[in-house]
């Protein structure tokens, strides 16, 4: 899938160990009309200095108009298949979990692993 132009004004705040963003994007191209939020948030837990614990979550909505160009079934994009029509709703598009590992081997190189 390529990326359309997008207007996507961005919000971030860090607030001790957290981290928190906030992203809002919408198409400005005329492909699909829709617009996606996206909200994550992070806290880093020190274990000692030389390693840490990363902890994330995030949410993300689309209105029915991105929704429906993704997710949708119709006549224009069907081909061949036998799929019935389908126009699929705004609402939860993600939800996301993850956890990082960050361990530092000195101060220019480090190893970084994570599950999400």
Same mark, same amino acid.
């Given at each position: 899938?390529?990326?359309?132009?997008?207007?996507?004004? @961005?919000?971030?705040?860090?607030?001790?160990?957290?981290?928190?963003?906030? *992203? #809002?994007? *919408?198409?400005? =191209?005329?492909?699909?009309?829709?617009?996606?939020?996206?909200?994550?948030?992070?806290?880093?837990?020190?274990? !000692?200095?030389?390693?840490?614990?990363?902890?994330?979550?995030?949410? =993300? +909505?689309?209105?029915?108009? +991105?929704?429906?160009? #993704?997710?949708?079934? !119709?006549? $224009? !994009?069907? %081909?061949?298949?036998?799929?019935?029509?389908?126009?699929?709703?705004?609402?939860? /598009?993600?939800?996301?979990?993850?956890? *990082?590992? /960050?361990?530092?081997? $000195? /101060?220019?190189?480090? @190893?970084?692993? %994570?599950? *999400?």
């Amino acid at each position: 899938m390529t990326r359309q132009p997008s207007l996507e004004p @961005l919000s971030d705040s860090r607030a001790g160990p957290g981290l928190q963003v906030l *992203t #809002y994007a *919408t198409d400005v =191209s005329d492909e699909h009309d829709g617009s996606v939020a996206d909200l994550a948030g992070s806290y880093q837990l020190p274990i !000692n200095d030389q390693f840490s614990l990363i902890f994330g979550a995030s949410v =993300s +909505y689309a209105d029915s108009d +991105y929704m429906d160009t #993704y997710f949708g079934v !119709n006549a $224009n !994009n069907r %081909g061949t298949s036998t799929l019935s029509s389908y126009s699929a709703d705004g609402g939860l /598009k993600d939800v996301g979990l993850s956890l *990082t590992a /960050k361990y530092h081997l $000195n /101060k220019s190189w480090g @190893l970084q692993g %994570g599950l *999400t």
